[in-house]
Each structure stands twice: as C-alpha cells, then as structure tokens.
C-alpha cells in the first residue's frame, strides 16, 4: 500500500520548509498552542487568550506557509 500522496516537488519543498524556515520541535509546539488556543476559543466563546501572542504569531505564519507548499491555490 502506497501512502505517500505527496509529489516530489511538494517533498522538497516540504524538506526545504523544516531546514530553512522551523525545526520540526518548534513547528509541533506552535501547532500544538494554536490548536489548544483555538480550542479553548471555542469552548469558552470569550475574549480570545493571548498568552504566548510571539510564539502563536509565529505559528500561525509557519502554518500558512505550510498550506502554501501542501496546497497553493486558496478554496474558501
């Protein structure tokens, strides 16, 4: 069974995006904040919480950036 969706040009840009742009930890530990964060949005319906505002700035470009290379063109 193949698993591996992903073009080569995609991989390399994937390879390219974890050497250059985030280590792989810091990409996780942004994710992990910015899920928990918007999870607790939703739970609460209150004033959004900006604890860590640096790092979930940061983890939010590095997700957009990461969209852009898994799928470039925008559906809303």
């Given at each position: 069974m193949n698993t591996n969706n992903?073009?080569?040009e995609t991989e390399e840009?994937?390879?390219e995006f974890f050497s250059n742009t985030?280590?792989?930890k810091s990409f996780a530990?942004?994710?992990?904040q910015l899920s928990y964060l918007i999870a607790l949005n939703k739970v609460s319906k209150s004033e959004?919480?900006?604890s860590h505002k640096e790092n979930l700035?940061?983890?939010f470009c590095w997700l957009v950036e990461l969209?852009?290379?898994l799928n470039p063109d925008l559906e809303v």
């Amino acid at each position: 069974m193949n698993t591996n969706n992903l073009s080569e040009e995609t991989e390399e840009k994937l390879i390219e995006f974890f050497s250059n742009t985030v280590e792989p930890k810091s990409f996780a530990k942004a994710l992990r904040q910015l899920s928990y964060l918007i999870a607790l949005n939703k739970v609460s319906k209150s004033e959004p919480m900006f604890s860590h505002k640096e790092n979930l700035e940061k983890g939010f470009c590095w997700l957009v950036e990461l969209a852009e290379i898994l799928n470039p063109d925008l559906e809303v």
